[in-house]
């Protein structure tokens, strides 16, 4: 299998399961978690529930100053990751051309080398998490090998893709094929590890939330 | 007679766990600021009284029974059920370092709602035999005697008897068609009887018509700290009992705190039906008397105070403003806490820490939060609205030596009232 | 003088014994060819192939002084187009005149013999220079059929390894010859292969292209004259020619950069000239020295025309995704490809829930009320 073969590979078949697994395994997450049910609220609410979910689902992207002061290796890492991926996953312009693809629809990308700055500050920041993950002893404490492997098929799709861009270590082609593996095993195990919380997170913040608009709590 | 096993405490969590929860440990990412906003954690710095991690056992039974991946592991031989002597274990983490205060809730940016998972996740707890003795002994009393701390009502109708003789007031037992059905705590009966005596004047001076039930006058509910929906269900029924047999508008809930979740919030859902009366807790209904002008007050407190707001009133209840427009009414120098309102710190011994005997270490440790907050403001008096609070307050400012009264709220009002001229009548 | 008019491809005037001792230099200067016009090229083809122009004076004496091999050339399944674009290599040049100055002893379309005399020509100079000559191959090789291609009867496959076992060199021409190419496409219905994938024992160069740039043919054969065989990348190209993508060449570049791209073909984007990465260009991933030598007398190649890349001196590159889709769009990422998945997700997502519902409920009906008393005797035990 030459470099060629291997990006033929990995763009065609691989992919395609990798798009299966992934799509397949989300909606499945769904009716998995769905299908347990909620029981009604006889409860007077204080306030509108569908406010208090969609308010919180907004809230949470924030934080309140002294959670800020208190966490604050996390909030800022958590911040700065998590914008880069946003940054680099969805507004480079050969991203948003294969998301076009699936979607049907685009939107204006930035330029490349901007989305590289991104890519660098984000590798450095997901390095830093790492280091503050091992080194913070709730986190150590917390964390199982899921965790450890969740965060490595996060990096290795962004180093891979940045070593691509740039031409190094091996070649453009042979390396393209590896970050598009990456990406495809990130996709994979993306339904059944904590990299779910992408999605789920607003399931989340919408149950928490109605539960705090029916109570009247509003923070 | 049968038994609690295991058994019956997995099963209870399959039956407990639903789609919010899987929701919530779906979204889980192990960042760890769920310890941050815990002040058992905080006080104590263990990892394991990480909020999420107090979850464990019940994350386990919801991944093996409820997910694919869950499922496959368990068939491989990933992953291990849930032993007795794990839940044994996580007995401390679950009742002694959680007071269900509901900060770790408000915290999560995933938005957990890790409250309500606790209080689930004890039910499971209670169904294995593994809920800590003095909340045991909390349930049995409350069952059997009426009350947890084992209060009968003819204590009750002496404390009235007290009242009317000090105030020359009538305090009425069993009158049907009042408007509102006064609960009490048992703390208040025996520890604050000047809590009775404050409702009672304020009530009648706001020409409102009020009672008390001879047949239920417990609001406390140990169902639902203890976490068994089966002991806090005959709990509740027998305040809305009560209720809707003397036909009342309003029942209010005393200056306690899980008493206003029990009945409020989890009382209609555990009868399985909308009551026919409002709940409202003591606070709430002297807000209201505030803005329709049936409550007016005379003369400021001098000293420079603060309010402790009770977790079940602000994060579990969104009780935040109405205890401050009380407090501007009497006091020239109310100073606020840091964190103050739905952030502020537990006292340390709200659901059912302060009934568990084998907190008692735990509860002082965490009081040392509210230790800092005071120690920023040097404040003369506190004020709050929770008899439990309260006496966790008082408890924790002797031991540390702090020469700081603790005041409730509604008695502080009481003492600035103005008698209505006719109000009464 | 082009190579079409040059008398020497017949073989019956190219002494066979002549060819490989008759100089270079002087062969050329006989065609008079000057010696400015000489170094000239060499210059070119030192900065095609990145070697140092103090090099040149070297280049040009080794060129001077290399014998004129003898060259095979054989055509299997191919459309021509190598011989077509070596053939219209801009005339009067040096390389054309290079490509005179080889022995060609044997080449379908340009040898004026035919039948038995041909292919008696093949085995005299496959004889006369056995362990010597160049074995050029352009066209993949079928092997699911023998009878797919023959020349004089002797199956592609058969007269590869005739021809190969007395190579010093073999330069496989062409993607086809190179990778497979067209033949090879999706389904490869003729079960094409490469010539590498055949012949295991001898050097191979392939100079992929759809057609390849006659200056790189020409280059890799005066390499292969001067310095012997070229460095070759993993696919077996040489280095020298095949080091840098389209992109990294590219004039768009800057475009590419900036994230200004054409959305169609006739936008203002691409009136403009910006990138058509969008439009299927896959430049990024395609190693030939398009960008730098170009085409037809260097007049343009073809990003210069407003078209992408096809990335045609890459493997498979007929089946790497539509020409006109963005190279990071694998062909499996469609939306209908989505919906799909997303029934099976539904499929599966019904059956598991019920299971959690039964489960669930189940657990619920299990449920045993607890009970003071029961509490009571679990705290005494």
């Known amino acids: ?219 | ?425 | 003088m082009r190579l079409g008019e040059i008398p020497i491809i017949v073989k019956d005037e190219v002494p066979i014994e002549g060819a490989p001792t008759s100089a270079l230099g002087a062969y050329l200067h006989e065609r008079g060819v000057s010696r400015r016009d000489f170094l000239k090229f060499c210059g070119l083809l030192a900065s095609t192939m990145a070697i140092s122009p103090a090099l040149i004076p070297k280049i040009a004496e080794a060129l001077e002084n290399a014998k004129r091999p003898s060259v095979i050339w054989l055509s299997f399944q191919e459309c021509t187009g190598c011989t077509e674009s070596i053939t219209r290599s801009h005339s009067p040049s040096i390389e054309g005149l290079i490509f005179d100055a080889i022995s060609l002893d044997y080449h379908h379309t340009l040898q004026a013999a035919s039948g038995y005399g041909a292919e008696e020509a093949r085995a005299e100079a496959m004889k006369e220079n056995y362990g010597k000559y160049v074995l050029v191959v352009d066209g993949s090789i079928p092997l699911d059929n023998p009878g797919y291609s023959t020349i004089a009867g002797i199956s592609n496959l058969d007269m590869l390894k005739e021809a190969a076992a007395g190579a010093a060199a073999i330069v496989a021409v062409g993607t086809c010859a190179a990778y497979g190419g067209l033949p090879k496409a999706d389904p490869n219905p003729t079960g094409a292969v490469s010539v590498a994938d055949i012949i295991k024992d001898k050097p191979i160069i392939n100079v992929p292209g759809c057609p390849p740039i006659p200056v790189v043919i020409t280059g890799v054969i005066a390499h292969f004259l001067t310095f012997g065989l070229p460095e070759l990348d993993s696919l077996g190209r040489p280095k020298a020619f095949y080091g840098q993508s389209i992109h990294d060449r590219c004039y768009r570049r800057p475009f590419y950069e900036r994230g200004l791209f054409a959305e169609t073909f006739d936008d203002e984007g691409a009136k403009a000239g910006w990138c058509l990465y969008k439009l299927g260009c896959k430049g990024p991933v395609t190693y030939n020295a398009c960008a730098t030598t170009k085409w037809n007398d260097g007049t343009s190649f073809p990003i210069e025309s407003g078209h992408g890349c096809i990335g045609c001196s890459e493997p498979d590159f007929w089946d790497f995704g539509g020409f006109y889709q963005a190279l990071s769009i694998p062909p499996g990422a469609s939306g209908k490809n989505a919906v799909y998945a997303a029934a099976v997700g539904i499929a599966a997502g019904v059956a598991i829930g019920a299971m959690n519902k039964k489960s669930k409920a189940d657990a619920a009906g299990l449920h045993q009320t607890v009970t003071v008393e029961e509490l009571n005797q679990e705290s005494q035990s």
């Open chain 2, 1 to 425: 007679m049968s038994s609690l096993t295991l058994e019956r405490g997995i099963n209870a969590f399959k039956a407990q766990i639903d789609a919010p929860m899987a929701s919530f440990f779906s979204s889980c990412v192990s960042c760890g600021m769920c310890a941050e906003a815990c002040l058992f954690y905080t006080e104590n710095p263990e990892p394991r009284f990480a909020p999420i991690y107090k979850l464990e056992p019940l994350r386990r039974v919801w991944e093996q029974e409820y997910t694919l991946i869950g499922k496959l592991k368990a068939k491989l031989g990933l992953s291990k059920p849930v032993t007795d002597a794990e839940l044994a274990e996580w007995q401390e983490l679950v009742y002694n370092n959680c007071s269900l205060c509901g900060r770790c809730t408000l915290i999560c940016p995933v938005g957990n709602d890790l409250t309500y998972m606790i209080r689930k996740m004890r039910e499971g707890m209670v169904a294995s035999g593994h809920a800590p003795e003095g909340l045991i002994g909390a349930s049995t009393r409350a069952v059997q005697i009426g009350s947890p701390m084992g209060v009968k009502l003819p204590a009750l109708q002496a404390q009235v008897r007290h009242v009317e003789k000090s105030t020359g007031m009538e305090v009425p037992f069993d009158k049907v068609g009042a408007e509102y059905l006064l609960m009490l705590s048992s703390m208040e009966i025996m520890n604050y009887p000047e809590y009775l005596e404050a409702v009672a004047k304020i009530l009648t001076n706001a020409g409102k018509t009020w009672t008390l039930s001879s047949e239920c006058f417990e609001a406390t509910n140990s169902g639902i700290q203890i976490g068994s929906s089966d002991i806090a269900r005959e709990l509740v029924s027998r305040v809305v009992n009560a209720a809707e047999k003397l036909k009342v508008k309003t029942v209010i809930s005393p200056e306690c705190g899980h008493a206003y979740t029990a009945l409020r919030w989890e009382g209609p859902n555990l009868i399985g039906r909308p009551y026919t009366f409002a709940a409202k807790h003591i606070v709430e209904v002297l807000d209201e008397l505030r803005e329709q002008g049936l409550l007016q007050t005379e003369g400021m407190e001098e000293a420079k105070l603060t309010f402790h707001d009770p977790c079940q009133l602000v994060r579990r209840g969104g009780v935040v403003q109405q205890p401050r427009n009380l407090l501007n009414m009497v006091a020239k120098n109310f100073v606020e806490m840091s964190d103050c309102g739905t952030l502020n710190w537990c006292c340390g011994a709200g659901g059912g820490v302060s009934a568990n005997e084998d907190a008692e270490e735990v509860k002082m440790k965490a009081f040392l939060r509210k230790k800092k907050q005071l120690d920023e403001l040097g404040v003369d008096t506190l004020v709050t609205a929770c008899a439990n609070c309260r006496i966790q307050l008082e408890e924790g400012l002797e031991v540390n030596q702090m020469d700081i009264p603790v005041v409730g709220l509604t008695e502080m009002i009481a003492e600035h009232l103005v008698e209505r001229k006719g109000g009464a009548a």
């Open chain 1, 1 to 219: 299998m030459n470099d060629v073969d291997f990006l033929l590979w990995v763009k065609g078949p691989a992919f395609s399961a990798a798009m299966v697994i992934f799509i397949a395994g989300m909606v499945l997450r769904f009716f998995e978690i769905l299908s347990l049910g909620k029981k009604v609220n006889y409860a007077v609410p204080k306030s509108d529930p569908v406010q208090g979910g969609l308010r919180e689902i907004l809230r949470r992207f924030g934080t309140d100053k002294a959670t800020f002061q208190r966490s604050l290796l996390t909030v800022i890492g958590g911040y700065v990751f998590h914008i880069g991926l946003f940054v680099v996953v969805f507004l480079l312009a050969a991203h948003i051309a294969l998301l076009k693809s699936i979607i049907g629809f685009g939107w204006p990308n930035l330029p490349t080398p901007v989305v590289d700055a991104f890519a660098v500050i984000t590798m450095l920041t997901l390095i830093a998490v790492l280091a503050h993950r091992l080194q913070h002893p709730v986190k150590r404490f917390l964390s199982t090998p899921s965790d450890y492997v969740v965060w490595a098929s996060t990096f290795v799709p962004v180093l891979t893709g940045y070593m691509a861009y740039h031409h190094l270590l091996l070649a453009p082609s042979l390396m393209l094929g590896l970050h598009i593996l990456s990406v495809e095993f990130l996709l994979v195990i993306f339904p059944f590890t904590k990299l779910t919380h992408a999605f789920t997170l607003f399931l989340a913040r919408w149950y928490n939330g109605v539960s705090m608009g029916i109570r009247g709590v509003k923070s």
